[in-house]
């Protein structure tokens, strides 16, 4: 059950992290779209 917690809060902390970038990608309105999803494949979010 522990790996089981320990596997949420690595979600739960990507979420966040996730959030946060999203939110700042808003403010930043200039940065191209083709640009980020480019950016974005490159994340090791699934390690």
């Known amino acids: 059950m522990e790996i ?3 596997e949420i809060e690595i979600y739960n902390a990507k979420m966040r ?3 946060w970038l999203y ?3 808003k ?3 200039d940065i ?3 640009l980020l999803n480019e950016k974005g494949q490159k994340l ?3 390690h």
Do not use: A, G, M, V
């Open 4 to 6: 089981f917690e320990e």
């Open 17 to 19: 992290l996730l959030t």
């Open 23 to 25: 939110d700042e990608i």
């Open 27 to 29: 403010i930043q309105s």
């Open 32 to 34: 191209s779209k083709d």
């Open 44 to 46: 090791p979010l699934n």
